[in-house]
């Protein structure tokens, strides 16, 4: 029986989101957005998405900080992120730590959605995660949370569970005080207590009645996603998981870009409303990190070049976990150092203008003057991604310097992971679509 994966939060998320990306901008064409209104009300089984800066997120920053500053935090998040990707280890489905431990990822995703939790319900801003399986929320009386956190106390529908409860057998060394089932965790540099519950979760307009969660009762350090966790990895006990009937682990979602400030995107949970016409490679499913949503990277073409990559370096090990996965929670795309050396360097030849390769932080292609960019198309089984420019580069505010927004992946011996992250899916739908294992992508303007 495999269990829900609690994540780790890593201890630079209060500063983290102290920072501002208000001055990174992102490549330069030029979109008019709506205006979407703070308060707009979820509709149907969709739901507005937010980066963690919008104007509507409570944890936007509160103090600038220059550009570089911003580059390179994102890049040492995704850098900590990732080398938890690599590390983690072989998960015997016998000694899956559910709730408590599982696949850990040190960083907090970047975007939150509104949920309601309980009966009258009380609305949190909850980060959402692809990667992850974790359910997890603030409760009242938590030693160290945010203010604002799920008052149990005040939901008819609220549900604690107690050590006889099935669900507990997945928790990991649980404890009965009280009669109710507690486990202890450690993430990132923080722990946690908290009590396995349950209640009525809304989102949209959909009610999810008895669904399980952590109910956080203690916390130390600063890595806490201050209003809980909406984790939609592929583990079973997920909110897919949980949702079987109604959203038959089908949702897709577009990520607002930075560009614009009013930035919201969107997630729609569930077959209902799913596009039609939406090309599609097929979803891999590795037991070796059996909560990540894999596809078959087959090639990458810079312009009109497939350019030359020792075939190892893509290819999908259910052994090793090695493979390529969509990631939400990672910014910048990272492709392991013989496909990104590959990669870079065809774009180095095909760019056109700029002057001379410069480096900020972990990007080594970045160019002070204005530059005229190829192409990247990351050829998937039976599908191929061209993405345009505002995906590929980022640009500070000035428009003095462009990074090609792509790293190599850290070096790991066991296992290499390529990941396509969140600023090469922006203004993308991505279909996740496991009853019939395929991703789907498609272009579309959310921001
Ligand atoms: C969590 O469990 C403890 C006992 O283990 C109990 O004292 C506490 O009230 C519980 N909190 C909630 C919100 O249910
Ligand atoms: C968690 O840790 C605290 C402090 O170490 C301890 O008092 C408590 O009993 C532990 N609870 C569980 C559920 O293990
Ligand atoms: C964002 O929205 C606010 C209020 O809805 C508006 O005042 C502001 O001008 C908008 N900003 C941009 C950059 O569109
Ligand atoms: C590029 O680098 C070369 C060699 O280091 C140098 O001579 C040249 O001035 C540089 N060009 C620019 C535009 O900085
Ligand atoms: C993807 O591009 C490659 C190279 O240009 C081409 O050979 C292949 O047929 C394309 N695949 C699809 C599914 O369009």
Redesign the pocket.
């Known amino acids: 029986m495999e269990k829900i994966h609690l994540p780790n939060f890593s201890p630079t998320l209060t500063l983290t989101l102290t920072l501002t990306l208000f001055i990174l901008s992102f490549s330069s064409a030029t979109q008019t957005l709506p205006t979407k209104s703070c308060s707009t009300q979820d509709h149907g089984s969709t739901l507005q998405v937010f980066h963690v800066y919008s104007p509507c997120s409570p944890f936007k920053p509160t103090k600038p900080v220059s550009w570089e500053e911003s580059v390179l935090q994102m890049q040492a998040q995704d850098q900590a992120r990732l080398n938890q990707l690599l590390s983690s280890k072989v998960v015997a489905r016998k000694s899956v730590a559910p709730i408590a431990s599982g696949r850990q990822i040190v960083q907090s995703p970047t975007y939150i959605v509104r949920a309601n939790v309980g009966t009258p319900p009380q609305t949190l801003l909850m980060a959402v995660d692809t990667s992850n399986d974790a359910a997890w929320i603030p ?3 938590c030693v160290g949370c945010s203010s604002v956190v799920f008052n ?1 106390g005040s939901s008819s529908t609220f549900n ?1 569970l107690g050590c006889d409860a099935a669900q507990c057998k997945q928790v990991p060394s649980p ?1 009965c ?2 009669g ?1 089932c ?1 486990f202890n965790m450690t993430y990132g540099g923080s722990t946690l207590a908290a ?1 396995l ?1 349950q209640d009525t979760m809304t989102l949209a307009t959909d009610p999810i009645p008895s669904y399980t969660f952590g ?1 956080i ?1 203690r916390t130390t350090g600063s890595s806490v996603p201050p209003q809980g966790l909406l984790g939609l990895g592929r583990g079973s006990l997920s909110l897919l998981s949980q949702t079987q009937s109604l959203y038959k682990s089908t949702f897709s979602y577009c990520l607002p870009s930075f560009k614009s400030l009013n930035f919201s995107g969107s997630l729609r949970l569930g077959p209902v409303g799913q596009p039609l016409r939406i090309k599609t490679t097929p979803l891999l499913r590795n037991p070796r990190r059996s909560s990540l949503y894999y596809v078959n990277l087959v090639g990458i073409r810079v312009g009109r070049k497939v350019v030359d990559i020792p075939p190892p370096a893509l290819g999908f090990n259910p052994t090793t976990g090695a493979g390529t996965v969509f990631d939400s929670g990672t910014v910048f795309t990272r492709l392991v150092t013989p496909a990104y050396e590959a990669v870079r360097n065809e774009f180095r030849k095909r760019v056109k203008g700029g002057g001379n390769v410069t480096s900020l932080g972990g990007f080594d292609t970045c160019y002070s003057g204005s530059i005229i960019t190829p192409t990247i198309t990351f050829m998937f089984a039976g599908m191929n991604v061209t993405l345009p420019p505002d995906n590929l580069l980022i640009h500070s505010t000035a428009g003095s310097l462009s990074c090609l927004a792509m790293a190599a992946a850290p070096d790991n011996v066991n296992s290499v992971l390529n990941v396509i992250a969140s600023m090469q899916q922006q203004n993308h739908r991505i279909l996740i679509d496991v009853p019939n294992n395929r991703l789907g992508v498609a272009r579309e303007p959310c921001s």
């Open positions: 409760c009242n009386g149990s604690p404890t005080g009280g109710s507690s009590n519950s109910c009762q």
